[in-house]
């Protein structure tokens, strides 16, 4: 902290306190509740993957890795360890990643005969949790710097409390931010209070005209949540990036929100109107997994047509605008065929103007 007070950082990267390389089950589910909680390493490997215990020995729960469906985590009796069996799996695919980072979801055992059932609200935590002492500690740090150019809070979990606090630090320092990672960044608390302290964090950055990269994707939700983080009522997220987009001289090149589930209709409306604007620079836009309803996706791609955009990512296909836009290339490659039907229209749309000059 001294030497970060001193004025000679450029960088600040929270780091949170948790237990050393322990990972985390949450969520709600009906079934097999009391199997959550904190698991540690339990020194030894099992189908040559690190295995954890549960801190709790009276549970004597384990979670281990088969290689089985290209990699699954199960969550089971200490008995049972290195088999396909227990009460909580996550699978498949799960190969060479630890189950903090695996995107796969979780399926539960509800007793009886039954077969196992989804628990999308499942999650396994890893990293970092920031509480509020550092919080108020990290919000201390921003305000007297003045040399700071990058926050990274990338897969730190935070209540809301310490979010606001970061908040506060970022919209107080005078320093040149240029570059905000919120990816994979934790919540603890409720979708609804979440979305609020992020858009009081991003109104606070959005002050910044040197900002040139921000990273919202993949945030997690370790709390019961409904519906997406861009729902009903996600254009308040939108809303200050779309604001400094249109602001003279900002310098706001790299915007990724993706991974973040559906978008609500609508709610797309200010970022396309954005990118119509002649302030706007943006050159990479990653909305992926956005799933835009045609007329949504329709003025979106309007917007890239005539914005600076070089690069969308509206699903796997990072599409080259700028070589689309020039003629210099022509379609998808054939391994993120087909096209979903936003991309479709962005395509189409792209080929107007080329196709309106060789008239």
């Known amino acids: 902290v001294r030497e970060l007070l001193s004025d000679s950082a450029l960088a600040l990267t929270v780091h949170g306190r948790r237990l050393p390389l322990a990972v985390e089950l949450v969520g709600e589910t009906q079934h097999q509740a009391n199997k959550l909680g904190v698991y540690v390493p339990e020194g030894r490997l099992i189908n040559g993957k690190c295995c954890y215990r549960s801190v709790d020995a009276s549970k004597k729960m384990m979670l281990w890795y088969v290689p089985e469906m290209g990699g ?50 499942l999650r396994c935590v890893g990293g970092e949790q920031l509480d509020d002492t550092d919080a108020a500690v990290v919000s201390q740090i921003m305000r007297a710097s003045s040399t700071l150019q990058q926050l990274v809070l990338r897969s730190v979990a935070c209540t809301d409390k310490a979010l606001q606090l970061v908040a506060d630090g970022l919209g107080a320092t005078n320093a040149p931010v240029s570059v905000l990672d919120l990816s994979c960044l934790g919540h603890v608390g409720s979708m609804v209070a979440a979305s609020h302290r992020l858009a009081s964090l991003l109104c606070a950055a959005c002050t910044h005209t040197t900002l040139t990269s921000v990273d919202m994707g993949m945030q997690q939700y370790y709390s019961s949540s409904a519906g997406t983080m861009f729902g009903i009522g996600g254009e308040a997220l939108l809303s200050p990036l779309c604001e400094l987009m249109c602001r003279e001289g900002n310098a706001l090149r790299v915007l990724k929100l993706g991974g973040n589930g559906a978008w609500a209709a609508g709610v797309s409306a200010p970022l396309s109107k954005a990118l119509l604007s002649r302030t706007c620079v943006l050159e990479e836009l990653d909305i992926r997994e956005c799933a835009l309803a045609c007329t949504d996706a329709l003025a979106l791609a309007c917007g890239v047509a005539w914005s600076t955009m070089q690069l969308l990512t509206l699903v796997t296909w990072q599409m080259p605008i700028d070589a689309l836009r020039k003629g210099v290339a022509t379609g998808a490659p054939v391994e993120v065929l087909p096209l979903s039907t936003a991309e479709e229209i962005v395509l189409h749309e792209l080929r107007k103007p080329a196709e309106m000059t060789s008239l």
């Open 72 to 121: 699954e985590w199960w969550l089971g009796n200490a008995s049972d360890a290195g088999q396909d069996r227990g009460f909580l799996f996550l699978g498949g695919g799960a190969a060479g990643r630890t189950p903090d980072v695996c995107r796969q979801r979780w399926n539960v055992f509800p007793g009886g005969d039954s077969n196992f059932v989804a628990a999308p609200s």
